[in-house]
């Protein structure tokens, strides 16, 4: 059963850069076939996708994000982590990554909280 | 804004049978399958159906999933009060290369 559990600051200046990162415990992120991403959850509001990294090493991210976005896997660390740049208060939420799959697991999620 | 389009809300009182909707298009659905997540109050999405009808393990046969053309639905039979939570709909959109999830809908059990 694999563990995920995200870290990174809880508050960030607007047009700063936040930096996440989810470490992956109880098997390997390197594990055939499975896929990770980030997914994120603005205060009372729904589920979006972030960016997803393939067992193949192809990214994919979300169309309205991609220009600030970065997605990658540090196998040696079984960690998945997250690069934000020029956060606004529209990027405030609670952010989540999972893998898997088909996003299996989950973390438990961290907030994010945009604000000078 | 999301492609895929769920209610907002859905209700039942216990024993009930609920049906949720989520609704897209043939460049959004495709042939790619749908996975259903809940979400309790305050905690994490957790998978509920994946592959459009199946259940991991641990999940109850109450939940059951299904697709067609450019819907899908996920039903819930003896509707439970744990079951009280968010639901969200998500597919592979192949216009977009995007993993996208639906609007969202929030069970009520009365």
């Known amino acids: 059963q694999l563990h995920l559990q995200e870290s990174g600051p809880g508050l960030v200046k607007p047009s700063e850069t936040v930096s996440l990162t989810c470490t992956v415990s109880?098997?390997?992120?390197?594990?055939?076939?499975?896929?990770w991403g980030w997914i994120r959850q603005p205060p009372g509001k729904g589920l979006e996708w972030i960016g997803t990294?393939?067992?193949?090493?192809?990214?994919y991210y979300n169309p309205s994000l991609t220009s600030r976005v970065t997605v990658s896997v540090d196998t040696p660390k079984n960690q998945l982590s997250l690069k934000l740049t020029s956060v606004t208060a529209a990027d405030t939420a609670v952010y989540y990554c999972?893998?898997?799959?088909?996003?299996?697991?989950w973390g438990q999620g961290t907030l994010v909280t945009v604000s000078s | 804004q999301s492609v895929l389009t769920q209610p907002p809300s859905a209700s039942g009182t216990p024993g009930q049978r609920v049906t949720i909707s989520c609704s897209g298009s043939i460049s959004n659905f495709g042939s790619n399958s749908v996975n259903w997540y809940q979400q309790l109050p305050g905690t994490a999405p957790k998978l509920l159906i994946y592959?459009?009808?199946q259940r991991p393990s641990g999940v109850p046969d109450r939940f059951s999933g299904s697709k067609s053309g450019t819907s899908a639905s996920l039903a819930i039979s003896g509707l439970q009060s744990e079951d009280e939570a968010d639901y969200y709909c998500?597919?592979?959109?192949?216009?977009?290369?995007?993993?996208?999830f639906g609007t969202g809908t929030k069970v009520t059990v009365l």
């Open positions: 999972a893998g898997g799959y088909t996003f299996d697991y």
């Open positions: 990294n393939y067992y193949s090493g192809r990214t």
């Open positions: 109880g098997g390997s992120i390197s594990s055939s076939s499975y896929y």
């Open positions: 998500a597919t592979w959109s192949d216009s977009l290369s995007a993993y996208v």
């Open positions: 592959n459009s009808h």
